[in-house]
């Protein structure tokens, strides 16, 4: 099979880069046709040139919109570019503006696509840049004097180690890292680990994301043939945790069937048992057994069978706290590699990724399903014509939108920057779920009385300032320990009645509020949380007659 070449954006005012790139990479497939200004100069396959070329930060935007799947930027560092078309800059000088341009446009990159890798191309007789490159955020600095120097086999190696050490590709495509050192170092120690045979651990607080990064990064990384396959513990009855792991045979207890359990599923490819920490103790000393020997035996077997599984453990327990506690195998912890533990920080400790998190998900809510249809019935709504997707801006709209751009506003930006998000990335994509659901509702209206903003502008809808603030005031009071719950009043027979009233009022909030996190709902009505006391939260819940709507 052809190996797949990466997809890559020429940033350049000038065509020199780019007839040298064509020239020595025709091998490479690029991102697309160079459709943004015409033919981008002479060569034998003209028609069928697929370089895609970008002239300014505008046009690269443009570029980066229309085709998310570009693995890498190829960005020059001086431009001869009217003001008006820099990218905007803390320098003064015009002169040094424009010798330092792709500096600024790296710097507006990063904010939109902070994933995605930068070469910064430079000629031996414009500056030396290895200072700058280095107080920046490129990937690369790359000194281009020539066709004498520059050939494809050094500027394609070049690029695939970008790729390499980034981690991009298909292996993290789904997958947005920012650009905080917390996830820098987090995915350097992912793409190092995933490629081994070695357990890998993943901590972190609920809703940061580690299901996700071991389905759609650790598992294509590893490079197995076999199936990804979670199982979450927590989720499972403690009386068919056995079987969902390791299997069963007809008759090995009441109700058992034959049945291939969650390890043997796995063989050859990547096992994630999320929240380990609720693994009871005697199926902790069995599955150390699993993994040690390379074996697994079904519940009512004898026979144990041969298996090859890449160990991914996840939880939000204190694990070392559990060993001391007696609840968790001290052995079974140091099978899982905690020396190379990975740890997945909170979204309150990476907040300059809070544009690109909430733009990666304004994208992806809109691009099939239910919100799909509600896009469309805008755009019916407000006269827009042909195919129509959703984008997202930061204060102010952009000047000539190709797409239904959602505008979040300054103050609204400010608020979720410093909202706590107790429940992490998850609670971000639930919140910008809402805000943008709300805000269609309302533009929806708004077209079919028709109002003059609305007909002004039908590309552009608005978030107010309130729905922000409305959907993050709930989780902050129900979250900070602070002023009393919300809760209504019925009046009962008996004391004891209301006050089963209230209890239960008060669960269903904290449950809608967290997301149906009973650890978060533990924390915040025992003051602690981990397994044991989520286990006490859950028991509670269901005696009040609540029901999880996700098991």
Not at 267 to 296: C, Y
Not at 318 to 340: K, V, W
Request: a positive charge; aromatic letters at 4%; glycine letters at 8%.
């Amino acid at each position: 099979m052809k190996p797949t070449r990466p997809k890559l954006l020429l940033i350049d005012d000038g065509d020199r880069y780019a007839e040298l790139l064509h020239r020595f990479l025709r091998d490479y497939d690029f991102a697309t046709r160079c459709d943004l200004a015409g033919p981008c100069w002479d060569c034998p396959q003209r028609q069928g040139c697929t370089l895609t070329h970008a002239h300014d930060l505008d046009e690269a935007e443009q570029a980066l919109r229309r085709h998310r799947d570009v693995d890498a930027v190829l960005l020059d560092v001086a431009f001869d570019l009217p003001e008006s078309r820099l990218a905007p800059s803390t320098e003064r000088d015009p002169e040094r503006r424009r010798r330092l341009q792709g500096l600024d446009i790296l710097t507006a990159l990063r904010r939109r696509r902070p994933e995605l890798p930068v070469v910064l191309m430079t000629s031996q007789e414009e500056l030396a840049l290895e200072d700058a490159a280095g107080a920046t955020d490129g990937d690369e600095l790359v000194t281009v004097a020539g066709a004498d120097v520059f050939d494809a086999r050094s500027i394609g190696l070049l690029i695939e180690r970008v790729l390499r050490t980034r981690g991009t590709g298909t292996t993290s495509a789904d997958y947005l890292w920012g650009s905080s050192p917390a996830m820098a170092r987090l995915r350097r120690d992912v793409t190092a680990l995933a490629r081994t045979s070695l357990p890998m651990l993943l901590l972190g607080e609920t809703g940061t994301g580690k299901s996700a990064l071991a389905e759609r990064v650790i598992h294509p990384a590893s490079g197995r043939s076999g199936p990804f396959v979670a199982v979450d513990v927590a989720a499972l009855p403690s009386t068919l945790v056995a079987a969902e792991l390791f299997g069963s045979t007809r008759g090995a207890f009441s109700g058992a069937v034959d049945r291939v359990g969650r390890l043997e599923a796995a063989h050859k490819g990547t096992l994630l048992l999320d929240e380990v920490g609720n693994l009871p103790l005697e199926l902790q000393r069995m599955l150390l057994t699993a993994v040690e020997s390379g074996r697994v035996t079904r519940l009512g077997e004898s026979t144990a069978r041969p298996i090859d599984v890449k160990l991914v453990a996840a939880t939000n327990a204190d694990l070392t706290a559990m060993i001391d506690a007696g609840t968790f195998r001290a052995d079974l912890y140091a099978r899982l590699n905690p020396t190379a533990r990975l740890e997945l920080p909170p979204l309150r400790a990476r907040i300059a990724d809070l544009e690109a998190l909430i733009a990666a998900f304004v994208r992806g809510s809109f691009a099939a399903g239910m919100d799909r249809a509600l896009l469309a019935e805008y755009a019916v709504a407000a006269g827009i014509r042909g195919p129509v997707r959703a984008d997202v801006a930061f204060g102010r709209p952009p000047a000539h939108p190709e797409a239904v751009t959602f505008v979040v506003p300054r103050p609204s930006l400010a608020a979720m920057s410093t909202h706590a998000w107790p429940g992490n990335v998850r609670e971000l994509q639930l919140a910008v779920a809402n805000a943008t659901v709300f805000a269609l509702a309302d533009a929806c209206e708004a077209a079919r009385q028709g109002k003059a903003a609305t007909a002004a502008a039908p590309r552009v809808v608005p978030i107010a300032a309130r729905t922000i603030k409305a959907l993050l005031a709930p989780a902050s009071v129900a979250t900070s320990g602070r002023g009393p719950s919300s809760v209504g009043i019925r009046a009962r027979t008996s004391l004891n009645q209301v006050a089963r009233d209230l209890e239960r009022d008060l669960y269903q909030q904290l449950f809608e509020v967290t997301s149906g996190d009973f650890d978060l709902m533990a924390r915040r009505l025992l003051g602690t949380g981990g397994a044991t006391a989520a286990r006490k939260v859950r028991l509670r819940f269901n005696q009040l007659g609540l029901r999880a709507r996700k098991a």
